[in-house]
């Protein structure tokens, strides 16, 4: 997989996903990189993880500070994940520039998309549950006969699926007057509980030296700014400082604090 393809595929989630929401995105992105076949999704994994590592920067660590009012390693990691979702031009532009992440639209205090890191896991586990209940697998056949008259199938196995794959709960639609629906949905759920399927994947196993190797090659073609190790983030990246100043007055006027006045 090349890095065109890459951008491409985070591109066409974007499209279809509402701005700055993660579950929307991993709903988007888990529909393409489902799609993909095992070895162009390990590809654009690894593809993913360089591009984060990539954005290991003080200055972008700065940014992360003052997007989300705090850092660490493992929230920085779930920032990186974050800036990658959100497409070349931005990524590019933060590398090179992390102030001018101050000319997008930021999520403050929620620019950290953990779930988002781990979305190729996810598809890859959608694709086990969604090849055990294939249109000629028993189990859908045994669907089949149980629910002859439904027309739903198809939707409901690729609904629970997903959900399965990316760890949400299992909430049965259609209310409950639709006891046959319901009943379906379950046994659709039961299924894959009791398949056995591994949520790891051997074939996404990284190959630490070829990861490097993509690294270097990615990195030539990348304007990366670096920092000294101590920076002030207002002479640093000042208009970064001067948005998340705005939003924070902007915020406290909108959602006063609950104890103000009770001074009084």
Not at 149 to 159: C, F, G, M, P, S
Request: aromatic letters at 10%; a negative charge; proline letters at 6%.
């Amino acid at each position: 997989m090349t890095s065109n393809e890459f951008w491409a595929i985070i591109d066409r989630a974007r499209q279809r996903a509402a701005p700055n929401s993660e579950p929307a995105m991993q709903d988007a992105l888990y529909a393409e990189l489902v799609q993909l076949p095992a070895l162009k999704l390990s590809a654009w994994q690894d593809l993913q993880y360089t591009y984060m590592d990539l954005a290991c920067t003080r200055k972008l660590f700065g940014a992360a500070v003052l997007i989300n009012g705090g850092s660490s390693d493992d929230r920085f990691l779930d920032f990186t994940a974050w800036l990658v979702m959100q497409g070349k031009t931005v990524y590019e532009s933060a590398l090179a520039a992390p102030d001018s992440l101050a000319r997008f639209d930021l999520p403050f205090d929620a620019a950290e998309w953990e779930l988002c890191g781990y979305i190729a896991d996810h598809a890859y586990t959608g694709k086990r549950y969604l090849a055990l209940l294939a249109p000629n697998a028993p189990a859908r056949q045994l669907l089949r006969q149980r629910y002859p008259d439904r027309t739903d199938i198809d939707a409901q196995v690729a609904r629970i699926c997903r959900d399965e794959a990316l760890g949400r709960p299992f909430y049965p639609s259609g209310g409950d007057q639709d006891i046959k629906g319901l009943l379906l949905q379950w046994d659709i759920a039961q299924c894959m509980i009791h398949s056995g399927v591994s949520r790891y994947n051997e074939e996404l196993t990284p190959d630490w030296q070829a990861r490097e190797e993509l690294r270097a090659e990615l990195a030539e073609h990348l304007t990366i700014q670096k920092g000294p190790a101590d920076i002030n983030l207002k002479e640093a990246l000042p208009q970064l400082w001067q948005k998340r100043t705005e939003w924070e007055e902007a915020h406290a006027v909108q959602r006063p604090h609950p104890h103000r006045g009770w001074e009084r």
